[in-house]
């Protein structure tokens, strides 16, 4: 639980998504990752879900992350679908500063703990083709010659570079773009941004996660939050002594301040939101909407 003095935001999210099709089609199962991670900052106080047409079955199963997924089945055939999910959490906000790294992995670059490195590898290796290493140079730039840099500075600079060198921008496709088109185009959306982080971390020897979830964009009228509308991404780093600590480099936030996190992947290909299929063609396909809208009911002292 969060000790005395913090303030908790007690958060409200509701993710409503909608397929049309232009005619009756079988739907296959649907895999849905909606329900926030419990831990010592974000405790999930209730959650909904709701369902047209009636699904046949539903079950629940952990993922290779323990990550809380639904899988749901259907029977009837159906000209639209809609999943509308409703959570209530509190949020416990930790802020770069908070968080004590060990004294061993203050500077970069450091070794991580021999009991800890054969759990974290998987998320060490880098994942796409980088023949002339561009990532690997682009986060380079941040490092010191001939000297340690602080691995704090390392990260934030890293994180804050991609917020402020690179444009943000909706795209409709599906996946994400690979970190070379990211670095090269200098446009993508807040999935792009995450995965160009974790590589470039990577390519340093570093640790990095992809995180699904959402944001909460304090004044939607005036704000310069991005993200806000839909479901949002950003990436976490391992660092020894702080454990996994978020970067959203499409907002420049480090540590959790506004992120609902649900789900932690070692790819976003593994973190997609909601996934399924139907028996049918192609063209048989209309639409698809999505909402989400995150609100506050205002900070309260969190108990001793």
Not at 42 to 56: G, H, I, W
Not at 81 to 102: C, G, K, M, V, Y
Not at 207 to 220: K, N, S
Request: aromatic content about 10%.
């Amino acid at each position: 639980m969060p000790g005395a003095g913090n303030i908790v935001t007690i958060f409200s999210v509701r993710h409503i998504t909608d397929y049309q099709y232009k005619r009756p089609v079988k739907l296959g199962e649907h895999r849905l990752m909606f329900r926030p991670r419990d831990s010592f900052d974000q405790t999930l106080l209730n959650v909904s879900l709701a369902v047209e047409p009636a699904y046949d079955r539903l079950r629940w199963i952990h993922d290779p992350f323990g990550n809380c997924v639904a899988l749901l089945s259907f029977k009837a055939k159906t000209a639209s679908l809609r999943f509308e999910s409703n959570i209530r959490l509190d949020h416990t906000p930790h802020a770069a500063l908070d968080f004590p790294i060990d004294a061993a992995a203050m500077d970069y670059p450091f070794t991580y703990d021999a009991e800890e490195l054969p759990d974290l590898a998987p998320a060490m290796a880098r994942h796409f083709d980088d023949p002339g290493d561009l990532v690997g140079a682009f986060a380079r730039q941040f490092l010191h010659r001939g000297q340690p840099t602080r691995t704090s500075s390392l990260l934030m600079s890293l994180c804050y570079m991609i917020h402020d060198s690179f444009a943000y921008v909706r795209r409709s496709e599906h996946g994400v773009q690979t970190p070379l088109e990211t670095l090269e185009l200098k446009t993508g959306t807040c999935r792009d941004f995450a995965l160009l982080m974790m590589e470039a971390a990577r390519s340093l020897g570093l640790a990095a996660r992809f995180v699904t979830g959402y944001i909460y964009v304090p004044d939607r009228d005036g704000s310069t939050t991005l993200g806000g509308g839909s479901t949002h991404a950003w990436c976490q780093i391992y660092i020894p002594g702080a454990g996994w600590v978020e970067f959203d480099p499409t907002n420049g936030i480090v540590g959790n301040r506004d992120l609902i996190r649900v789900g932690v992947a070692r790819d976003p290909r593994q973190a997609v939101p909601l996934s399924g299929s139907y028996d049918g063609r192609a063209s048989d396909f209309k639409s698809l909407t999505v909402q989400v809208n995150v609100t506050s009911d205002g900070d309260e002292a969190a108990p001793s």
